[in-house]
């Protein structure tokens, strides 16, 4: 049987916590933010935990982590 290949896109922009849980930064806030509302730029802030089936995806695409 051959090895799982990690989804390399999704391995440079998302990491697995120590209890499993799924972190990534919210899209949309490198550029053109003149054009945003302070609201939808202040959503964007910080980390963010993925929802559960989502997750289940995720972990489908990183088998080593």
């Known amino acids: ?11 440079k922009r998302i990491k697995i916590t120590g209890t499993g849980k799924v972190k990534f930064q919210k899209t949309g ?12 730029i202040r959503v964007k802030r ?10 289940a995806n995720i972990h489908r695409m990183l088998p080593y982590s």
């Open 1 to 11: 049987m051959p090895k799982m290949k990690t989804h390399k896109g999704a391995s």
């Open 29 to 40: 806030k490198r550029h053109k933010l003149e054009h945003k509302t302070p609201k939808a």
């Open 46 to 55: 910080g980390t963010k935990i993925a929802a559960s089936g989502t997750a």
